[in-house]
């Protein structure tokens, strides 16, 4: 059973906490508020305004898990603040693996890597959470690249015709060895039995059997402002955590650095959204 009145004085409590700068927000001038202010959480939960006051006001509806995931992150709660929160809204707290779960010091790490593109993501790939170099590069989309990269051609589109063989095998070889690492796992299944049923190069590739964990890999992407981008990727955190960091540094020998630059200025302003689903609708209520 939902605790309103404990969901609503925890919450205030952990925004009172924090201040802009930990969060990766420019404090500004005349801040009265302790810590953040309702919209800059709500901001960084990905929620409307009017539905995080009314939370904070033990006056709200009952929260989803992907609405306390989203809070959780965005206050920047530990392993333990994440389970209390769930247990406030009347859920069951998600399993003690790394999951979707991303540590307020791993955020902190992404937002000072301010001039190479960084992201965060599951062992599956899923997109946790990018620096806005990396928004700037990628764009924002939500969407598991993996299962983009199989099914949108569109997201295709921004990386060169003769890299995309290699490009592929090497996300099924990846694919392989974490769904054998975690055999059974529903979320491992259902993106497998997925792509299975909607790419037939996924199923031709998945048949070869072969396997290998991706740690470095150099690959180019099309932005429609500053054209070809060499990057080197490195994975800087081991994928049997369940969580892995990826950062993208310039190639050496290419413009990748002074591209990257441009892009730091730029922003996000003129990227192609290539997002293929809508985000869930409790994320973004209208009241």
């Known amino acids: 059973m939902i605790d309103r009145a404990g969901l609503g004085d925890f919450l205030r409590r952990r925004r009172e906490l924090l201040r802009p700068t930990e969060v990766g927000l420019v404090p500004g001038p005349r801040r009265r508020t302790p810590g953040l202010r309702r919209e800059e959480v709500a901001q960084l939960a990905g929620l409307s305004v009017d539905y995080y006051t009314r939370l904070e006001q033990a006056r ?3 929260p989803s898990e992907p609405v306390v995931t989203s809070l959780a992150r965005a206050l920047r709660c530990d392993l ?3 389970d209390h929160l769930f247990h406030l809204a009347g859920l069951v707290p998600p399993a003690r693996r790394a999951g979707r779960h991303v540590s307020p010091g791993l955020m902190a790490l992404v937002d000072h890597l301010t001039d190479v593109p960084a992201r965060i993501h599951t062992d599956l790939h899923d997109v946790l959470w990018q620096n806005p170099l990396a928004d700037a590069l990628f764009g924002t989309s939500t969407v598991n690249p993996v299962r983009q990269w199989f099914t949108d051609p569109a997201f295709r589109s921004l990386t060169p015709d003769e890299d995309r063989a290699a490009l592929s095998a090497g996300h099924v070889r990846d694919l392989r060895a974490t769904a054998a690492r975690r055999a059974g796992d529903a979320d491992v299944t259902e993106l497998v039995d997925d792509l299975l049923a909607r790419s037939t190069e996924f199923r031709e590739l998945w048949e070869r059997h072969e396997v290998g964990v991706r740690r470095v890999d150099r690959k180019r992407f099309r932005h429609p402002e500053v054209g070809l981008v060499h990057v080197t990727c490195e994975v800087l955190l081991s994928p049997e955590t369940d969580r892995v960091l ?3 540094f310039p190639t050496e020998g290419t413009d990748a ?22 985000s869930p609708e409790d994320l973004h209520p209208s009241s």
Not at 259 to 273: F, H, P
């Open 60 to 62: 709200g509806p009952h």
């Open 80 to 82: 333990d603040e994440r």
């Open 246 to 248: 990826l950062v993208y």
């Open 257 to 278: 650095r002074e591209k990257l630059d441009l892009l730091r200025v730029i922003g996000t302003q003129s990227m192609v959204e290539l997002r293929s689903a809508s």
